[in-house]
C-alpha cells in the first residue's frame, strides 16, 4: 500500500488562479486551526504572485503573513513557489540578492521551495537550489510542463536527472496552463520515476477539466504527491478538489489518510470568503478545452482580456489568441508561465493592435533575444533576432553570472524606509512600488483596495471630469477611479473604459468638454499629425528619454511605458526636434493622446 501525500494550494495558487490573488490574511487565519489537523504535506501559501499583490493591491506586509501563518500553522510545512533567479519580480536578480532572500524566507518561515525558470534553463535555478539546501530546507525542483516539437519524455527526464544531481530533495511536474492529458501523465511520470528516485509530484491546472484524471493516472504510474485546492477554490483555472481527490482515493492501495468531514469542514469556511472577492471573478478562469489547443494559461486568458478591454479591442481577443502560439515559435517555444507568459502574450497583442506583425517589439523580448532570460528550448526566429537586437551581441553564459552583487546598493537606495533586510527586500523587487509601500507605511497612510459590495456595480456616482484618477462616494464607502482608454463617440454618447479599484469597467456617458475630441481624459490633446507620438496600449511612462530641443531621427525612443507588467520603448515616427513634452515619469496614458510633439526637419 502507498499512502498518497497532498500538498493543498488554496492559500496561494488557487485564489492566484480564480481571484487575481486577492486573498487577504485576516480572511486566512481564523481557518488555519482547522488546516493544521488534516496531516497535508504541505501547505503552499505563498511566492508566486502573493509577494505582488501584497504590496500592490493590499498593502500587506508579505513578511508579515508569513509570519503570522507559520505561527498559525506549527505542525505543517509551509511551502512558497519560487522563480529561480527571478525571485517574485520580473528580472534576474544579482546572486547575492537570490541567496538573501532564500536565507529570509527560511528563517521567516518557508519550510518547502518549489523552485522553477520559465524557460527550464536549470542554470537560472542553480544559485537558488543551493541556497535552499544551505537552509536546511527542502528543496524541490520544479519541470514546466509544455508541449512543442522539442519538448519530449527524454528532455523532461533528463531535466529530473540534472536537478537530482543539484540536490533537489523532491521532482515537481508544474502543468501551469492545464496541458497534460491522462495517458501523457502515465507516461511521463513512469519515465521520470524509472530513472530519478526521488519522491514525484503532480502539480496540474483543471483549464482543461483533466486535471483529476491526470493526477489519477500519476498515481497509478508511480507518483507520490498531489496538489489540489478547497473544493469552492478548485476548478477551472486552479487545481483538482482536495475533497474530491480524497475521496476517489479512499480505500485503495493509494488512500491519504486524510479526513473528509474535517475538509468538509474547511470548505464551508472557504464557500463564505470567496463571496467577499465577487469583483475579482472572471469568465476567462472557467473550464476550457481550447487551453489545448492556444496554450494560454487561465490567468493569463483574464490578464489579456483587460487590456484589451481597455482598448475597446475586446473583439479581437481571438485573433491575440491565435497569435500567441506563433509568437511563442518564433521565440523558441518557451513554456508560458511567469515571465515568460507575459513576454510572450503583451508582445502578441501588440502585433494585432498594430495590425503588423512586430511593429513595436518589448523590451523583454529584445532581452530575451539577447539571451537575458536564459537559453531558449528552440531557435529563435533569426529574422525577429536581427530586427529586435540588430547585431547586439548574445548572451551564452548563465545570464545572472555578469551581474554585480546588489544588496548593499539596494540597502543605501532605500535608506531610512527599511528597517529589516525584508524590507530591502520588498524595494529589491519592486523598486517603485516598494518604495511607495515603505513610505506609506512609515508614514501611516497604507490604504488596502476597496472590497466592493455585492450591489456596487450597479450604482452610480459623480466623477470629476478633470482628472483621470479621482474618487468616488458609494453608499458611505470610497473606490478609486482610473480613466485608462477612451472609447468612440456613438449616438451622442461615449464609451470609457476605467479601473475601479483595480479592476476593469466599461462605462458609457454624454462627453463632457475636458472629454471632447480635442483632449484625451488625461487632459492631452488627440493624436492629428505624424509628429504627435502617442502610446499603443494604456500604461504608465516609467523614463523619459529624451528633453525639449533635443534632435532625433525617426526609430529613436523617447520614452519607456510599462503596461501588462512588460515594457517597451515609445518611439519617433519622424526626424525633426523635440518640441514639447508632455508626460513625465510615473504618468498614466492612454492611446490617442499626445505625449510628445516632434517639429519636422
Not at 209 to 218: D, I, N, S, T, W
Not at 248 to 254: C, F, G, I, S
Not at 571 to 584: E, P, S, Y
Request: with cysteine; charged share 25%; aromatic share 6%.
Amino acid at each position: 500500500m502507498k499512502k498518497i501525500e497532498v500538498t493543498d494550494v488554496t492559500l496561494r495558487d488557487a485564489h492566484q488562479s480564480l481571484l487575481a490573488t486577492r486573498m487577504r490574511t485576516e480572511d486566512m487565519l481564523p481557518i488555519c486551526d482547522k488546516l493544521d489537523k488534516v496531516g497535508f504535506w504541505s501547505l503552499e501559501v505563498w511566492g508566486g504572485a502573493t509577494f505582488d499583490a501584497c504590496v500592490r493591491f493590499l498593502k500587506e506586509d508579505p513578511w508579515e503573513r508569513l509570519r503570522q501563518l507559520k505561527q498559525a500553522l506549527p505542525n505543517t510545512r509551509l511551502q512558497m513557489l519560487l522563480r529561480g533567479q527571478n525571485l517574485l519580480g520580473y528580472r534576474h536578480y544579482a546572486d547575492d540578492v537570490v541567496r538573501e532572500f532564500v536565507a529570509a524566507s527560511a528563517e521567516n518561515g518557508i519550510d518547502v521551495f518549489r523552485v522553477f525558470d520559465a524557460l527550464n534553463d536549470l542554470r537560472n535555478i542553480s544559485i537558488a537550489m543551493e541556497a535552499v539546501k544551505k537552509s536546511g530546507k527542502h528543496a524541490q525542483g520544479t519541470i514546466c510542463y509544455t508541449t512543442s516539437p522539442v519538448h519530449t519524455l527524454e528532455l523532461f527526464v533528463k531535466q529530473a536527472k540534472d536537478m537530482r544531481d543539484m540536490g533537489a530533495d523532491s521532482i515537481a511536474i508544474k502543468d501551469m496552463a492545464g496541458l497534460l492529458t491522462p495517458y501523457a501523465t502515465f507516461d511521463l511520470t513512469q519515465a521520470i520515476k524509472s530513472e530519478v528516485d526521488l519522491p514525484l509530484v503532480i502539480h496540474s491546472h483543471s483549464t482543461s477539466g483533466l486535471a483529476p484524471m491526470c493526477q489519477l493516472k500519476a498515481i497509478e504510474a508511480g507518483a507520490d504527491r498531489i496538489d489540489t485546492a478547497s473544493s469552492c477554490f478548485a476548478g477551472g483555472t486552479s487545481h483538482p478538489s482536495t475533497e474530491a481527490q480524497v475521496a476517489a482515493l479512499k480505500d485503495t492501495d493509494y488512500d491519504t489518510g486524510l479526513d473528509l468531514n474535517l475538509l468538509s469542514e474547511i470548505n464551508d469556511y472557504f464557500k463564505e470568503v470567496r463571496k467577499k472577492y465577487h469583483q475579482f471573478e472572471s469568465e476567462f478562469t472557467k473550464e476550457d478545452i481550447s487551453v489545448q489547443i492556444n496554450q494560454v494559461p487561465g490567468g493569463m486568458m483574464s490578464n489579456l482580456a483587460n487590456q484589451l478591454k481597455e482598448q475597446n479591442a475586446l473583439d479581437k481577443i481571438n485573433q491575440v489568441f491565435k497569435e500567441i502560439p506563433e509568437v511563442r515559435k518564433d521565440l523558441g517555444y518557451p513554456p508560458l508561465v511567469t515571465p515568460s507568459s507575459q513576454i510572450v502574450g503583451t508582445q502578441a497583442v501588440y502585433n494585432v493592435l498594430a495590425g503588423e506583425r512586430y511593429k513595436t517589439i518589448t523590451n523583454e523580448v529584445k532581452r530575451y533575444l539577447q539571451g537575458g532570460y536564459g537559453k531558449p528550448p528552440a531557435e529563435v526566429d533569426e529574422a525577429l533576432q536581427k530586427k529586435a537586437i540588430g547585431s547586439g551581441t548574445i548572451m551564452e553564459g548563465r545570464p545572472a553570472e555578469d551581474l554585480d552583487p546588489e544588496m548593499q546598493k539596494l540597502t543605501d537606495e532605500i535608506g531610512d524606509l527599511a528597517q529589516t533586510k525584508e524590507d530591502v527586500l520588498i524595494y529589491a523587487m519592486f523598486p517603485d512600488l516598494g518604495k511607495e509601500f515603505l513610505q506609506q507605511r512609515k508614514d501611516g497612510t497604507l490604504t488596502p483596495e476597496v472590497l466592493l459590495p455585492p450591489s456596487a456595480a450597479n450604482s452610480g456616482g459623480s466623477p470629476v471630469a478633470s482628472a483621470s484618477e479621482f474618487k468616488i462616494d458609494v453608499h458611505g464607502e470610497t473606490y478609486d477611479v482610473v480613466i485608462t482608454g477612451v472609447g468612440d463617440h456613438g449616438s451622442g454618447k461615449r464609451k470609457f473604459y476605467i479601473s475601479l479599484d483595480g479592476m476593469p469597467e466599461e462605462v458609457v456617458f454624454e462627453p463632457l468638454n475636458e472629454f471632447s475630441k480635442e483632449a484625451g481624459p488625461n487632459g492631452r490633446k488627440k493624436v492629428e499629425g505624424p509628429g504627435d507620438v502617442s502610446a499603443a496600449m494604456p500604461g504608465n511612462i516609467i523614463d523619459v528619454l529624451v528633453k525639449e530641443g533635443d534632435t532625433v531621427s525617426a526609430g529613436d525612443a523617447l520614452l519607456i511605458a510599462e503596461a501588462m507588467k512588460m515594457e517597451t520603448e515609445i518611439n519617433a515616427d519622424i526626424d525633426g526636434t523635440i518640441k514639447a513634452i508632455h508626460v513625465a515619469k510615473g504618468d498614466r496614458v492612454t492611446p490617442g493622446e499626445t505625449l510628445v510633439e516632434i517639429e519636422g526637419s
